[in-house]
């Protein structure tokens, strides 16, 4: 059940629980994905990996999308965790999303190569074959998309991949979030898309859950466009609808 209170600039809307909020962003990538496709062949999606994601992730096996037809991409990567991390993004998704369903094509970025810089050329490379088409991001407690931390995040940036390191907000949200125990193993560096490169998205799809997110929510639609708070870039994009549950709209 949607609320009351139903904001634009960007398009917010608010649902009752995560798992309503969830459905609900499932459902319009659902539909994003079957208009899409009546012009194209396939379509170049791009996936967020973080706890924040579950309930919409999950909400996906209820909806008959055509994964054959999309090729699938994540927007970040941990530098130096072990392969089999479960804190690695590319193994989250590949146990919630991308072996569950026949997809199209599946491109990982890998975090841990000899040569980083060679590793952000060539996945950047792929996105001249596939322009992005859609995205399906969070927000971070800090205001960063992907791993844009105010520090690094550039909303001109000439780079499409780079690698960062991340801030101490970014690094205890993971803390926070419960995928590390303690803030010293969570890793100092990664690999991400900028910002840029995922504004180019037709659509963006933004699942912001929690109380912990509700200040990040606030500076998104109030605050400054200005990369102090990254999010904020969200509102100057026509295509992203901003999915909350009530515990990250309270301040709103």
Excluded at 10 to 28: D, F, H, N, T
Excluded at 127 to 133: K, N
Excluded at 205 to 232: E, R, Y
Aim: aromatic share 10%; with cysteine; net charge negative.
């Amino acid at each position: 059940m949607l609320l009351e209170k139903d904001l634009t600039s960007p398009e917010v809307r608010i649902y009752e629980s995560r798992k309503l909020m969830g459905k609900a962003a499932a459902r319009r990538l659902a539909l994003e994905i079957d208009v899409l496709l009546k012009d194209k062949d396939s379509i170049n999606v791009i996936f967020a990996a973080a706890p924040s994601q579950n309930e919409f992730l999950e909400a996906l096996f209820y909806e008959n999308i055509k994964w054959e037809q999309v090729n699938a991409f994540h927007m970040d990567e941990y530098i130096g965790l072990d392969e089999n991390a479960p804190q690695r993004f590319g193994n989250f998704l590949k146990e919630r999303l991308f072996n569950r369903f026949n997809f199209k094509s599946v491109h990982y970025l890998d975090g841990n190569v000899g040569d980083i810089a060679s590793e952000c050329i060539r996945y950047a490379a792929l996105f001249d074959i596939y322009p992005v088409d859609i995205v399906c991001m969070g927000i971070g407690e800090n205001g960063h998309l992907a791993f844009n931390d105010p520090p690094v995040a550039n909303f001109n940036d000439p780079e499409m991949v780079k690698v960062v390191t991340l801030d101490l907000p970014c690094r205890q949200q993971q803390v926070n979030d419960g995928c590390f125990t303690r803030l010293e193993d969570v890793p100092e560096q990664a690999v991400t898309l900028t910002i840029p490169l995922l504004m180019s998205a037709k659509t963006i799809n933004c699942v912001v859950p929690g109380a912990a997110k509700a200040q990040a929510v606030l500076n998104t639609l109030t605050k400054p466009i200005c990369s102090d708070f990254p999010s904020t870039v969200l509102r100057g994009h026509p295509g992203v609808v901003l999915f909350l549950d009530k515990e990250s709209s309270r301040y709103i």
